[in-house]
């Protein structure tokens, strides 16, 4: 049987391993440590050599620690942070008026782009690595200026304004819907160049209640900065990628069913 920890008030993974051990303990005083590392998946000769200090937990060990305690995406994307060689994901909050304006895709491509070593902030280098042509470059790398959300180092280097960006779309644009269509025509163009290797393109159906829409939002949320926090700091980044996760219906609603 699983434990199921409330919102954490502490992330530290070792506090956590501690936290749930002295709860089965308390609720059957003849649990064991084997039976413990048995649940958690962990060895048990780790948790022995974690737990009296003699060695640190490792990111694996603590995703196992993660599953077991059915930690809510906040809370796990918290306690892996811990791990990461990177520093948390933050987040820039980006207006809808200012979004217009960099609404086409390859401007938030631009800025992973410079992400990438060695790359440069030209127009014909850009064009090249994105697809696209010089002038649109060109123009989108204007933008990024005016809008300050690029900047040159004192090495003369290009980069983002550290923070990765969001944009307060609780309302459905011309520039969201844009933006939307071009993300979905980009992934079906990548269905008949890339290698499946290269790609992940996934689909279930579900059954659901509408208004568990925004429920379904809030995880999926918790879910792709969880991931972008770890993908970003694995390996040496060489390609600029979008994530992309779809939730729609087929179905009419009631509305549009009797009209």
């Known amino acids: 049987m699983k434990t199921v920890v409330a919102p954490l008030k502490n992330t530290e993974p070792v506090d956590l ?65 811990k791990f990461s060689k990177a520093k948390p994901v933050e987040f820039s909050s980006l207006s809808l008026d200012a979004f217009s304006v960099i609404a086409d895709w390859y401007h938030y491509a631009i800025l992973s782009l410079l992400d990438l070593p060695d790359t440069k902030l030209e127009s014909r280098s850009v064009a090249k690595h994105l697809g696209i042509t010089v002038l649109e470059a060109k123009l989108a790398i204007e933008r990024l200026q ?55 393109m996934t689909a279930v159906s579900l059954a ?13 949320r918790a879910f792709r900065r969880e991931l972008m926090s770890e993908l970003e700091s694995r390996g040496e980044p060489s390609s600029v990628y979008f994530l992309t996760i779809q939730l729609f219906p087929v179905t009419p609603s009631e509305s549009q069913e009797k009209s």
């Open 146 to 200: 005016r809008l300050d959300l690029i900047y040159q180092t004192s090495e003369g280097r290009w980069t983002a304004q550290g923070r990765s960006l969001k944009v307060d779309n609780t309302i459905s644009t011309p520039a969201t819907r844009k933006f939307n269509k071009q993300l979905l025509e980009k992934a079906a163009e990548s269905i008949d160049r890339d290698d499946i290797s290269r790609r992940s």
């Open 17 to 81: 391993l501690r936290q749930a051990l002295l709860e089965r303990t308390e609720k059957n005083p003849a649990f064991s440590m084997r039976a413990f590392a048995r649940a958690t998946g962990i060895s048990h000769t780790v948790l022995s050599l974690v737990l009296s200090g003699k060695r640190p937990l490792s990111k694996k060990a603590a995703m196992k620690l993660a599953d077991y305690l059915e930690l809510n995406p906040e809370d796990r994307l918290r306690v892996m942070n």
């Open 208 to 220: 659901i209640d509408p208004s568990q829409v925004d429920y379904a939002k809030e995880r999926i």
